[in-house]
């Protein structure tokens, strides 16, 4: 998928995730893609069955880690964080670029932390 943002293109790789050892459980739960208890963690963890890749495509180029050192998670359109909802993905390598921009004091990104392993 392209998507444009600043004049600058990025290719947007989408999947819906899986266990290590088993295949993904998506389409066998795409019935909760609208479910309001299950919407984030369903975008998430099963973009293309729930019809949501777009979704996980920032408008504008944002970051948690600022010039003068601080270092914080983002907010989302809530007001709050969800980082450690999912502090998994940290780890997994189809997110590590998101959860550094989105989630970089949760994941241990920041310049003054470890990651984590």
């Known amino acids: 998928m392209l998507y444009n943002l600043s004049n600058v293109f990025y290719y947007v790789e989408c999947y819906d995730t899986s266990p290590f050892d088993r295949e993904s459980d998506c389409t066998r739960f795409g019935y909760l893609c609208d479910n309001d208890v299950y919407y984030k963690l369903m975008t998430w963890q099963c973009p293309v069955t729930c019809g949501r890749c777009s979704a996980l495509v920032l408008p504008t180029p944002r970051t948690g880690i600022f010039p003068n050192g601080t270092c914080t998670d983002l907010k989302g359109s809530t007001g709050h964080s969800d980082c450690r909802k999912y502090v998994i993905l940290c780890r997994d390598p189809r ?6 921009t989105e989630c970089p004091k949760t994941c241990r990104y920041c310049p003054n932390h470890q990651p984590h392993l």
């Open 95 to 100: 997110y590590v670029s998101l959860m550094a």
